[in-house]
């Protein structure tokens, strides 16, 4: 990997797009989808591919907020549990989304702090 770093935490954009275009629970969207966003938004090291972000998705459903309805190699198909809400983290001052029953503790991988 290279010496990229992005500006906000790849875990949180991954939330921030799952707001914003797949915030139904009747919605099922995949981690291709999702991973094909962060590489148009640009803020990604360019050197990843879907496989270095399948521990960010299988974390989202040990979190409680989404769940895999399916798998087809790499594919993961995902359904939330509940709605994703905007929060704020005053600690590490980032905007951060979490489904209503997920425990509030920042999803920032170098925060962790209550909400």
């Known amino acids: 990997m290279s010496d990229f770093t992005p500006t906000i935490p790849v875990a949180l954009q991954i939330r921030k797009i799952i707001f914003e275009k797949f915030n139904d629970v009747d919605t099922n969207f995949t981690n291709d ?25 299988n974390e989202l459903c040990d ?5 895999n309805i399916g798998q087809n190699f790499t ?19 980032n905007d951060v989304y979490m489904g209503s029953s997920e425990e509030r503790k920042c999803p920032n991988p170098s925060c962790n702090s209550a909400i």
């Open 75 to 93: 594919t993961m198909y995902l359904k939330l549990f509940d709605s994703v809400e905007k929060l704020h983290c005053n600690t590490c001052d």
């Open 33 to 57: 989808e999702v991973f094909e966003i962060l590489k148009t938004n640009g803020d990604l090291d360019p050197s990843w591919i879907i496989d270095d972000t399948e521990s960010l998705f």
């Open 63 to 67: 979190s409680g907020l989404t769940r």
